[in-house]
């Protein structure tokens, strides 16, 4: 399984930005992506997540109402749109996928420990 994450970049404080994670080599019908976010110092956090077919999403507290996760299965690919971004959003954001055994479809899959494999991290900086 392989994922490449891209779209970071630099924004002001309130703009938007969309990040992407193309996703490649799954072989199971069903399966979890997740965005996560680290800054250096701290643990990997959970940002959102939601299943390859569309549904059970799932929004850190800290952006819901401002951060949207989609997913064009077709591509197989899955985006994070980031709105009214604050200066705490700034981090590598990484996509990361579930999708090894034992998998639930109605599982909330919100920590790193549960995500088998990674992209390789976008980052994201947002300035006053």
């Known amino acids: 399984v392989q994922l490449q994450a891209s779209g970071g970049g630099s924004v002001q404080a309130g703009w938007s930005l969309r990040v992407s994670c193309t996703v490649s080599?799954?072989?199971?019908?069903?399966?979890?992506i997740g965005w996560f976010r680290q800054v250096p110092g701290k643990e990997r956090e959970a940002v959102s997540c939601?299943?390859?077919?569309?549904?059970?999403?799932w929004y850190a507290d800290s952006v819901k109402g401002r951060f949207t996760i989609s997913r064009d299965k077709g591509k197989n690919a899955m985006f994070l749109q980031m709105n009214s971004l604050k200066l705490e959003d700034t981090a590598v954001y990484y996509c990361?996928?579930?999708?090894?055994?034992?998998?639930?479809?109605?599982?909330?899959?919100?920590?790193?420990?549960?995500?088998?494999?990674w992209g390789q991290g976008t980052l994201v900086t947002v300035s006053s």
């Open positions: 990361a996928a579930r999708t090894q055994s034992p998998y639930s479809a109605s599982a909330f899959y919100r920590r790193a420990a549960e995500y088998d494999s």
């Open positions: 080599g799954v072989t199971r019908d069903e399966y979890t």
């Open positions: 939601i299943r390859s077919s569309g549904g059970r999403i």
